[in-house]
């Protein structure tokens, strides 16, 4: 157990809808990674958040997006879904904002767009 | 742009058998580099790191790894593996590019089965 929980473990929705996933991190981390995991282009970096703050952004698309609220917990919100957004979604924790930092992983979400 | 290639896919060893999964990554500054494991239905467990000094490090369950930088390379061994240890590998690389933080960039993975 890393100390990362995410929630919910499933979520089945139809295309075009919106949905959010939950993460908090381990005790004492600042940092929140969110991440996907898909068949197709394996594990890819969506974003990070430090203290609040954005602050830095991989290959996530414009109808998704995240915050991190004042207790550290984060939430990752994905609209207009489709197909292709089918995939486990993994949060990670870290202490750092920079590197080098140890990302602790969650168990993951894994959203079925139906 | 940094890439991690884990070259093998799928690899079958027996119980009791020695390991070695390979990690090579390209990188322009200083790479952070770890192995993270995954069972069905699980997440990412971190196995083990390496930031600096010594090249050779040690992790959980029984797994080392050495950096070379010669090679680019970062491959993971375990000297007898246990059915436990079928799972998926990635490895992955971090960079302290003068900028903050980035995420991880992570190989593809190697499935690992082990036969009895």
């Known amino acids: 157990d890393s100390g990362v929980t995410q929630t919910p473990k499933h979520l089945i929705t139809a295309t075009g809808q919106r949905v959010t996933l939950r993460c908090s991190p381990r005790?004492?981390?600042?940092?929140v990674y969110w991440y996907q995991q898909s068949l197709d282009q394996g594990l890819q970096f969506l974003i990070q958040?430090?203290?609040?703050?954005?602050?830095a952004k991989g290959n996530i698309l414009e109808r998704f997006s995240a915050q991190q609220f004042p207790d550290l917990h984060s939430e990752l919100n994905l609209s207009s879904l489709e197909l292709g957004d089918s995939a486990l979604y993994f949060c990670?924790?870290?202490?750092?904002?920079?590197?080098?930092?140890?990302?602790?992983f969650g168990p993951g979400t894994r959203l079925t767009v139906l | 742009a940094q890439s991690v290639t884990q070259p093998d896919i799928h690899i079958t060893v027996s119980e009791g058998a020695s390991l070695e999964l390979r990690c090579n990554y390209s990188?322009?500054?200083?790479?952070?580099l770890f192995w993270y494991v995954q069972s069905p239905g699980q997440g990412l467990q971190l196995l083990l790191k390496?930031?600096?000094?010594?090249?050779l490090v040690q992790g959980i369950k029984g797994f080392e790894a050495e950096f070379k930088r010669s090679q680019s390379s970062f491959n993971l061994r375990k000297p007898s593996v246990h059915w436990s240890d079928a799972a998926e590998y990635f490895c992955?690389?971090?960079?302290?590019?003068?900028?903050?933080?980035?995420?991880?960039?992570f190989g593809k993975g190697t499935h690992l089965i082990i036969q009895p």
């Open positions: 990670a924790s870290s202490v750092e904002q920079s590197p080098p930092d140890t990302q602790y």
């Open positions: 005790s004492g981390d600042l940092s």
């Open positions: 958040y430090y203290n609040g703050e954005e602050r």
């Open positions: 990188y322009g500054a200083t790479p952070y």
């Open positions: 390496y930031f600096s000094g010594d090249t």
């Open positions: 992955a690389v971090g960079e302290d590019s003068g900028g903050g933080a980035d995420g991880l960039t």
